[in-house]
Structure formats: structure tokens, C-alpha cells
């Protein structure tokens, strides 16, 4: 399938494009030939990171710029837009990625937004909001009450209880919009309607990641992490006889952290449709977009349950090739 230039429903679209587009805020404030030390201390990281990126996108400019493979090995056909995606109790998600991880082709979160590429947003940690959009959008949702980080800190709490307790409480959630007198004017978002952070890098660097953007006094933001049940479902290695399909391929000594930073979202999305009483069992693996009526289409996590797997073996296949 190809990929869209504009986000189009039921189309991939290239995020890469918009990474692109942000390297050349960048640079055309700070060519190639400034010296680092002659960069300002705040805008530093952002030209640093800028470099970097160009150099990786310009030797990756013959890979799929969906799932960062060969395009011999691609595999977006088998991994396409949820048909649910405007069916969600979802406003925005927004992948913060490590730059280290952009253009990888073994990184997982890179389904992410061919599975929602309407609802999602690429923000590339360490580059501020005066160049890249998606960090200025995500700014302004991290000041609202309906924002969510996936991370499992101490303080973080299953969905469910926080949804409970803001109803409990009878919370409206509110978004902050401009009028059109140029005055901020807060208006009720529409029902269940959440803004979802999804981490990408190693834990460690998605701790920095969190503490950097996250842990601000001014913003209204909480963490939240997978339900009990979905962590006992990750903490087994082999699953029917096989490796568990949301442990990916890199190692790792800890069991919890071989679980990849897509499927870990993905079964979040089952712990809002479980939440909001979409069905959780009783699905067909053969029809993975379609319930047992033919009509309805599953929810979005269950339709992307198997492309972890799918991307898994096609990057496989690709580091087995010998050429």
C-alpha cells in the first residue's frame, strides 16, 4: 500500500516526511557549516540532532518510509490502518521517539502509526516546539486533563482506575482552543475522549525522555500503565508454542523488558476497549478486521494483534539475506 503525502483515511501516511521537514527548519537557521560552539546553548541539541537525522534519512532514502525496511522486505501491505480508527475513545496519539530510534528497522513503535495515521503524532525527542509542530501540539495537550503518558512508574495507575475516578469525581474533560478573537477559551472535548504519550527508546532513555517533558509542575499529566492482566499475559516467553508475539527481536536479561514499545500500546488500546465494553475474547485469528457478523469491525487492537510478528519476519528475513 502506498503511502499518502496528506493523511487520508485508510492510507498510510509518511511521518518521515514531516521528520524531514522539521531537519529543514533546522538547518536553514543553522547550516551545516556553524560550529557547534557557536550555537546557542538552548538550540544546541536541536542542531545536533538535525545533523544526525539527515545523515541517517539520506542512507535509508531507499528503505520503505512506513516500516524502515528494504523496500524488498516491506511489509506495510500486511500491516494496514486499523478500519477503526476514528471509532476510539482517542483524540491524538503521540509517539515521543528517541532520534536513535528513527529510521531503525528494528524498531516496534514504527506500527504504531501505520496502524493509526490519522489519530497519531511523531514528536522526535530533543527538538523544541520552534521547529517541529507535533512538540508544540503536544505542549498545548500536556496543559489539558486528558493526557495520558504510558509509562509504568510508581506513580502510574491502569487506565480503568483513572477513567473511575474522574467520573467518580464527574470531570469533565477540557481542551484549550483559540477564538476567534485571538482569547484562550476552554469548551468540553467530546465523551471519553483522551490524548495518549507513548515513549519510544531504551528504558533509559525513555526515563530521560519522561523527566525532560513530563514531570513539569504546569502540565496535567499522568502516567498510567497496563492493566494486571495484560502484565501477566507479557511475563510468559512462549505462547502456543511460540515467542510470545509481543517480545521483540533485541535482547534483553529482563523478561518485562523484551516486550516491545508497540505491543505494549497496543494492549493499552485493549485496556481502553475492555474499559468502554468492546469485546476481549472470543475473536477469530483468520478474520482480523471484521467481527463473527461480517459487519463491525474489530476493535483496533485486535486487528493489529498479529503485525508485531509480521514485522518481526520481515526483518528477519532481511538480516538472513546474504546480499
Not at 200 to 211: E, H, L, S, Y
Not at 273 to 297: C, R
Request: charged content about 25%; glycine content about 6%.
Amino acid at each position: 500500500m502506498a503511502s499518502a503525502t496528506k493523511r487520508v483515511a485508510g492510507q498510510h501516511y509518511n511521518f518521515l516526511s514531516e521528520v524531514d521537514e522539521t531537519i529543514q527548519k533546522v538547518l536553514a537557521t543553522y547550516g551545516s557549516d556553524t560550529p557547534v560552539s557557536d550555537i546557542p546553548d538552548y538550540e544546541r541539541q536541536d542542531v545536533v540532532i538535525a545533523r544526525a537525522l539527515r545523515g541517517r534519512l539520506q542512507e535509508r532514502k531507499r528503505h520503505c518510509p512506513i516500516c524502515w525496511l528494504q523496500k524488498k522486505y516491506c511489509c506495510c501491505a500486511d500491516c494496514p490502518p486499523v478500519s477503526d480508527e476514528g471509532n476510539t475513545p482517542i483524540d491524538r496519539i503521540f509517539l515521543v521517539m528517541h532520534p536513535g530510534e528513527i529510521g531503525m528497522g528494528v524498531d516496534t513503535s514504527k506500527l504504531i502509526l501505520a496502524s493509526h495515521p490519522m489519530k497519531c503524532r511523531f514528536v522526535v525527542a530533543g527538538i523544541g516546539s520552534k521547529y517541529q509542530s507535533s512538540m508544540a501540539e503536544l505542549e498545548m495537550v500536556m496543559a489539558q486533563n486528558n493526557c495520558l503518558v504510558l509509562f509504568p512508574d510508581e506513580a502510574s495507575r491502569p487506565f480503568h482506575e483513572i477513567a473511575k475516578e474522574r467520573e467518580g469525581k464527574g470531570e469533565a474533560i477540557i481542551t484549550k482552543r483559540q477564538s476567534t478573537k485571538n482569547k484562550s477559551a476552554t469548551t468540553p472535548a467530546k465523551k471519553y475522549e483522551w490524548n495518549i504519550v507513548v515513549i519510544d527508546g531504551t528504558w533509559q532513555q525513555a526515563r530521560r525522555i519522561k523527566k525532560r517533558y513530563f514531570e513539569k509542575e504546569e502540565f496535567s499529566v499522568r502516567t498510567t500503565r497496563l492493566s494486571d492482566k495484560v502484565v501477566s499475559m507479557l511475563g510468559q516467553e512462549m505462547v502456543d508454542g511460540e515467542l510470545n508475539p509481543g517480545h521483540q527481536l533485541r535482547k534483553h536479561s529482563s523478561t518485562s523488558r523484551k516486550v516491545g514499545t508497540f505491543e505494549a500500546a497496543r494492549l493499552f488500546l485493549g485496556d481502553l476497549a475492555d474499559y468502554y465494553q468492546h469485546t476481549m475474547e472470543n475473536h477469530d485469528d483468520d478474520e482480523i478486521k471484521l467481527d463473527n457478523s461480517g459487519n463491525s469491525p474489530l476493535p483496533s487492537w485486535i486487528q493489529m494483534e498479529k503485525y508485531q510478528q509480521i514485522a518481526n519476519s520481515a526483518l528477519q528475513a532481511q538480516k538472513d539475506c546474504p546480499c
